[in-house]
Nanobody, 121 residues
Framework: QVQLVESGGGLVQPGGSLRLSCAASTRIFNLDVMAWYRQTPGNQREPVARITKSGQTNYADSVKGRFTISRDNAENTVYLQLNNLKPEDTAVYYC???????????????WGQGTRVTVSS
């Protein structure tokens, strides 16, 4: 079982910045992928950014150049730096941990409780 606790959300003006943190209860270097998703009312949860065990990153087109995902294996924490925020970035942001185990491999996913980001003037 992996527990994830997000923090760092809040209210920020357009153009502002936030840094979200996701603290894991396990060693994150054992996890294949750590990711951030976001969700707005009435919509499905959508991927925002992901980082693999090897450090490879991927971003949604809507956040490329503005958001940066990183991981600190020593602190078992994943971060999402949000810069140049826009009102459309307003959402609840969720941390996700995924690892593969077994033969054939099964995918295991864990989620945090979410942290709310509101971008408004």
């Amino acid at each position: 079982q992996v527990q994830l606790v997000e923090s760092g959300g809040g209210l920020v003006q357009p153009g502002g910045s936030l840094r979200l943190s996701c603290a894991a209860s396990t060693r994150i270097f054992n996890l294949d992928v750590m990711a951030w998703y976001r969700q707005t009312p009435g919509n499905q949860r959508e991927p925002v950014a992901r980082i693999t065990k090897s450090g490879q990153t991927n971003y949604a087109d809507s956040v490329k150049g503005r958001f940066t995902i990183s991981r600190d294996n020593a602190e078992n924490t994943v971060y999402l730096q949000l810069n140049n925020l826009k009102p459309e970035d307003t959402a609840v942001y969720y941390c996700n941990a995924m690892f593969l185990a077994g033969l054939p491999p099964s995918e295991y996913n864990y989620w945090g409780q979410g942290t709310r980001v509101t971008v408004s003037s």
